[in-house]
């Protein structure tokens, strides 16, 4: 589907509603969003964080893992999120951000007009009120969207010291499933661990002052969670 993304405003948006309702024709059929290390401990608490670079191989992003192919959300279930904590690039859809990640321009809210989640039955959460003043939904959305931002332009330090210590990995995935399918994971990274606790104590120190080490122990604590996905999968292929 085609992005429409424009500003959002009072004058053009006032009666615009949103479908706040979980399922894959509404876009949350995706098997990973990006995620932030400021926001890792709570990610952490459902879902499995890898790193993957870009095909220009010059930066990485972390990866909160909601299945094992495209198009798969092992967390669906009946119109809801089963999981306590959704990512933040997954909950502030259809808005985003107005201008690159890297701008230091002032940013503006957007909003993807071509999103399924762009209610057309009168129905939803309203944007903006009667009067016109942002809703408690709306303003918890750029709450949303400020810390998103934040960490993203923050996670450049982070992957920096990733990269200036080594510690990151390749990390390849087979699963054999109780119908005897196979998943995999292949081209994402992972914390190298045994290179992580051969560290000297400067760069503790170091990781430590620059408030990267908790990051990294969340993204190690997070991998628990692969066997979660396993079995929400097998459970899903039980239920036929």
């Keep these: ?31 990973c969003c990006i995620t932030v290390p400021t926001e890792f401990r709570a990610v952490q608490s459902a879902y499995p964080i890898l790193f993957r670079l870009n095909d220009a191989r010059d930066r990485y992003t972390a990866l909160a893992m909601f299945g094992f192919e495209n198009g798969e959300n092992l967390f669906l279930d009946a119109g809801t999120w089963d999981a306590g904590y959704r990512p933040l690039a997954m909950d502030v859809q259809p808005f985003l951000i107005g201008g690159g990640p890297d701008d230091d321009a002032a940013k503006q809210v957007h909003i993807d007009l071509a999103s399924p989640r762009i209610a057309a039955d009168g129905t939803g959460d309203r944007i903006f009120d009667e009067t016109g003043q942002p809703t408690p939904y709306l303003e918890r959305v750029a709450e949303q969207l400020g810390a998103l931002d934040e960490g993203y332009r923050a ?73 979660d996905l396993v079995a929400r999968r097998n459970r899903q292929l039980a239920r036929g």
């Excluded at 500003?7 to 949350?28: C, K, Y």
């Design 1 to 31: 589907m085609t992005s429409q993304h424009a500003i959002l405003t009072v004058e053009a948006h006032r009666d615009l509603r949103i479908n706040s309702a979980r399922d894959r024709a509404l876009g949350d059929g995706q098997m």
């Design 155 to 227: 996670s450049a330090d982070f992957f920096e010291a990733l990269q200036r210590y080594d510690l990151l990995e390749p990390f390849t995935l087979e699963v054999t499933l109780d119908d005897g399918s196979t998943n995999r994971l292949v081209g994402f990274h992972i914390i190298n661990e045994d290179r992580l606790a051969s560290l000297d104590g400067a760069a503790f120190a170091e990781l430590n002052a620059d408030q990267h080490l908790l990051p990294i122990y969340m993204a190690i604590a997070s991998l628990a969670h692969i066997g």
